[in-house]
């Protein structure tokens, strides 16, 4: 746990404090931010976040916002605090790419525990992907293919390592932009569309792995 650091986003001190009090009793670092602008330059600069526990209703930019502008560029695990209880607001929550969602009052007892089994899956995640002389170094971020450097967008990067962890599923259009964008998009297929042409470009032969299902979405089938 020494090297896993959490952001705390809050606008209330008393609750960092709470937070960040028990965190610290785990034996895990953590950094502080009272709005959601503090939140994403903290996030931004340090490159170093390995979790967030984020608040929804803030000043400047509230913790919706905040998650959409780092789930354009980062999975790292959110959980989010909120005292509201709406259905509907959890749902939002969930399409946004939230991992936990935790109402207030809560247990810091609990809470604490589920900042612990997200770090735990996170830990077991495979950090090196290879198949038919594609190789995909997730922590450092690097594509190469046939031993040649790729150089691709977060999104592309994103979308092949779904590819590659999904190989021979028929995945619909639906299933990728959930699992690769995070939330659905409100169903616009051009977004996953535009990014497979451009993928499989970049990917030279390599790219034919690519199968479309017409009508459905694609399939991955790389040739050992």
């Given at each position: 746990?020494?090297?896993?650091?959490?952001?705390?986003?809050?606008?209330?001190?008393?609750?960092?404090?709470?937070?960040?009090?028990?965190?610290?009793?785990?034996?895990?670092?953590?950094?502080?931010?009272?709005?959601?602008?503090?939140?994403?330059?903290?996030?931004?600069?340090?490159?170093?976040?390995?979790?967030?526990?984020?608040?929804?209703?803030?000043?400047?930019?509230?913790?919706?916002?905040?998650?959409?502008?780092?789930?354009?560029?980062?999975?790292?695990?959110?959980?989010?605090?909120?005292?509201?209880?709406?259905?509907?607001?959890?749902?939002?929550?969930?399409k946004l790419g939230v991992d936990?969602?935790?109402?207030?009052?809560?247990?810091p007892k609990i809470l604490m525990?589920?900042?612990?089994?997200?770090?735990?899956?996170?830990?077991?995640?495979?950090?090196?992907?290879?198949?038919?002389?594609?190789?995909?170094?997730?922590?450092?971020?690097?594509?190469?293919?046939?031993?040649?450097?790729?150089?691709?967008?977060?999104?592309?990067?994103?979308?092949?390592?779904?590819?590659?962890?999904?190989?021979?599923?028929?995945?619909?259009?639906?299933?990728?932009?959930?699992?690769?964008?995070?939330?659905?998009?409100?169903?616009?297929?051009?977004?996953?569309?535009?990014?497979?042409?451009?993928?499989?470009?970049?990917?030279?032969?390599?790219?034919?792995?690519?199968?479309?299902?017409?009508?459905?979405?694609?399939?991955?089938?790389?040739?050992?």
């Open positions: 746990m020494d090297d896993i650091t959490v952001l705390v986003v809050d606008d209330e001190a008393r609750m960092r404090k709470l937070v960040c009090d028990f965190l610290q009793n785990r034996g895990y670092h953590f950094v502080e931010a009272e709005d959601g602008e503090q939140a994403l330059d903290i996030f931004f600069g340090r490159k170093d976040i390995d979790l967030v526990i984020l608040d929804v209703m803030m000043p400047k930019m509230d913790g919706w916002q905040v998650c959409k502008e780092i789930r354009q560029y980062s999975k790292v695990p959110i959980i989010m605090l909120t005292a509201r209880t709406e259905e509907r607001d959890e749902l939002l929550g969930f936990e969602y935790i109402s207030k009052p809560f247990s525990a589920r900042v612990d089994a997200i770090l735990r899956r996170a830990g077991q995640e495979e950090s090196s992907l290879s198949v038919g002389g594609i190789v995909i170094d997730k922590t450092a971020h690097i594509v190469t293919i046939d031993g040649e450097p790729v150089e691709l967008s977060v999104k592309e990067f994103e979308l092949l390592s779904f590819f590659v962890e999904n190989k021979g599923v028929a995945l619909s259009r639906e299933k990728i932009l959930n699992n690769v964008w995070n939330y659905d998009y409100y169903g616009d297929a051009r977004t996953i569309d535009t990014h497979v042409k451009k993928l499989r470009s970049k990917m030279g032969a390599k790219g034919d792995f690519i199968k479309t299902i017409w009508g459905m979405g694609y399939k991955f089938e790389p040739q050992d």
